[in-house]
């Protein structure tokens, strides 16, 4: 428990330049307090025990604004930077080095029994306010933009973003860790906007260039 509370502060220097103090994180850090909460939750759920898990789950959502089922399975170095307003479901199972933002749900898209929450892989980003649906995978080192809504799988090394989630390669080599900040993110909508902008300035060329020479060829003839 020492060792996790130990690794747990850690990933908080690591992943947040506001944090000072380890006092600091103890005392004011509602992401450290909620997996905390969790784990011990985990573990009595693991062994069986009825009802408690569960109480210990809704003081913990009381207490930070973070809901996290006893049942969900969470890796290690796992941090939820500010937390209000994140929900991760029964079955979900989450990764090593995995950084979840402030609204992230990780939920179910019906009432069908069994594995019914994401997978999610080993250093993966969630932007602030996404939704992760069903019973998916998403792979390691994959960033997921703020607001989006994944309900397909997702391959390692990619970046989704939108509503419906949509993949954006990265050249199918490693996400650099720099590139895991979640601001800095390829906008496909944008991207295709622009390249129609540009077909339609080589068409009106084109169309320029065909009227020029009919011009041309009629004076020519006349």
């Known amino acids: 428990m020492f060792r996790a509370i130990r690794e747990q502060i850690q990933t908080i220097f690591r992943e947040d330049p506001a944090a000072k103090s380890v006092l600091e994180i103890v005392l004011c850090y509602p ?16 062994a069986g025990v009825p009802l408690l898990p569960r109480v210990i789950s809704q003081f913990s959502r009381a207490l930070t604004g973070i809901e996290i089922h006893p049942g969900a399975k969470v ?15 029964e079955t979900a199972e989450i990764g090593d080095d995995v ?25 993966v980003v969630v932007g602030t306010g996404a939704k992760v649906l069903g019973n998916i995978r998403i792979g390691d080192c994959v960033k997921i933009g703020a607001g989006s809504v994944v309900v397909h799988p997702v391959p390692d090394h990619s970046t989704v973003v939108g ?31 622009d390249e129609l902008r540009k077909r339609v300035d080589q068409l009106e060329a084109q169309v320029r260039a065909l009227a020029g020479a009919t011009r041309k060829s009629a004076g020519v003839s006349g």
Not at 31 to 46: D, E, M, S, T, V
Not at 77 to 88: A, K, Q, S
Not at 164 to 190: M, N, Q
């Open 99 to 123: 950084l979840l933002y402030q609204g992230v749900t990780l939920g179910g898209t019906g009432k069908e029994k069994g594995k019914r929450h994401p997978t999610i892989g080993n250093h």
């Open 75 to 89: 890796g290690r170095r796992f941090f939820i930077d500010h937390g209000m307003g994140v929900v991760v479901g």
């Open 31 to 46: 992401g450290f307090h909620a997996i905390l909460l969790h784990r011990l939750a985990h573990k009595l759920h693991a």
């Open 163 to 193: 509503i419906p989630g949509r993949v954006v390669r990265i050249a199918g080599e490693a996400v650099p860790e720099e590139s895991l900040e979640h601001g800095k993110l390829p906008d496909p909508e944008a991207q295709e906007i």
